[in-house]
């Protein structure tokens, strides 16, 4: 490995040292930041955008988006907590997660088969399952009637780890080894670095795209009923900003929304990230539109780290592809045929 | 010029004779289905609710479709030029509106007026250099400035709101001529000033071109980068009047005032059948592509369906409105 290529996986994985330098100069400059009620309340921030977080992930590996997240939180979130009067409060958890499966399928259906663009679809069922939450409740929140069932939701477990930061960690467990170590997650790279090699290779991109989107959505499902059992209360209003942080928190992961990079772990350390802003900065009692202009200045600037480094990694490769190529002429000495075939028979 | 938006109808695709029939009304429905769509649906609805199509109902569409129509023309530049979306349309109306009104008392209306517009422009600019010139994706690039954007707003009113003291102008907005409300007249301006930019500039022509294939555009010489630059400046600009018309007829700005305009006019823009890709539609289109939101809408309401509820007809309409689209170029090409 020579220093170009060890820098440049130093910035595939810069989340790992963004997120330490982050805890660091927290430790440093804000007072009370090394506690173990710290811990917690990242961790718990985490949680609930981490599910998120995680399911986006998968569809955004498959190079396709999900904007319908937050609305898919509201509808779940309702279910688990509307429904408890009727069938009981474990069986309306289940309902409440199966009802995000239920948005991951339309959406799955609308772009893996009906061919429509990914953010567009996204778009279509958030405007459309936000009004449906809305409309069955008539824009009310919804209080549960078993508080007792909800408590589970926060009681610790482990240490500071309760139910709902366990069910973060298994997931994203599950995830990356889903996507390390599965035919499924190793063609969802391959559909994201390039969905036609992808389909030339044989894979069914479809069929992929389409589970991503339902992991996607049950992912958003778990979130919600999580969140929702928490505050023994559905909501139908979802915070409009819920959508812009996990998918903030994502990108600044390394997972490219091109498509093709990024993993659970790394989503992870982004979610923890943001979360372990957020709660500095509260410490620290900066107000809360300072804490947006800071993360949105950190998103921006990962990003123009990531291009400047991708056109560095990319100028090496093209060198090291004209070294080859010249290397194969001067073997076969041959010329490169002109024109190219395809342009030679469209031409009349 | 490309596409079937501006050229004549061709029948020959390398060489090949396509089925003419087929390829006529494809063509003619890619090119004035969108118009037809509209008709079709005041028809339905005057069939719907006999109130529809009173002087009255009428004016109250186009007065409310007149904020979202201007954000959204300019939103179609930077659709047109390949640029995607610009997430930032609802943080640039708030930080346009609340810089306006805060200047206002110190510099006067006109000037504070230009002075938002200049923000809106601004950060469009920067927009659109990250874009250009960094080839990041404009999602999350508009995503990143609307969360930095919205905290600068927020800032300088500490998360409260700013009123409007200038009565004058107020009045003005909220002023008819011939009983069409003000609003209406300057979204016009807006579109067809949008409409000549686009068809009998060059600049227009690059925009198009540079969306229909950037690198080709850039090999015959054109000022790709700027041209991307210059569209996302326009939703900017755009953007930044929109909120501060917004903000005159309701008498003050806060920072969640342009929440969920984004979505809003990228409906509108799709709806009127602009490519999510780039290089094919118009600023006309889009007009439409807003009437015809404004126009289920009205009808829903009409029919007493709950404003909340409306959301998964404009979910649907999106839906069809792609589908659709993509059904006719297919048949075209």
Redesign the interface.
Known sequence: MNTRSIALRAVEYRIYFVLLAAILILAMVAPGFVAGSTLTSVLQGAAFNGLMGLGLTVVLIAGQLDLSLGSTVALSGMAAIGLQPFIGAPLAAVVGVSAGSLVGILNGVLVAFGRINGMIATLATMLGIRALALTITGSRPVVGVDLNFGLIVDQPILGPITLRIAAFLMLAIVVQYVLLNTNFGRNLYAIGGNVEAARLSGIRSDRHIFLAYVVSGTASGLAGTILALSLNTGSPNVDANTIIIVLAAVVVSGTSLAGGTGDAMRTVAGILLISTLVVGMNIMDVPSYYQSVSIGTILIAVILLDRVSLSYGMRSARLASARAMRHAARVSSLEPKDPPAHEASSAG | MTGSDSGGISFRR??RLRSPSLATIGALAGRWGIALVLLGLMLLATLLSPSFLSTGNLLNIVRSVAFVGIAAAGLTYVLLVGG??DLTIPSVMALAAIVCLWSQPTIGTPAAVALGIACGAGVGSVNGV?VAY????P???T??????????A??IV??NQIYNYDKGIGDFVEASVFSIPTVVFILLAFVGAGELLLRRTTFGRWVIATGANAAASRASGLRVQRTQIAAFAISGATAAVAGILLAFTVGYARISMG??YE?DA??AV?VGGTS?FGGSGSVSRTLVGVLIVGVVSNVLVLMSV?T?????????I??AA??ID?RTRRQVR
């Open positions: 390398n060489g995607l979306m990250i960094f080839r990041a994706n999602v999350i690039v995503l990143g400035m609307s969360i930095v954007i919205g905290g600068l927020s800032s500490l998360g929440a969920g979505f990228l409906t799709v999510l709950q909340v509820s409306q959301g998964m007809v404009k979910g649907a999106i839906v792609v589908s993509m």
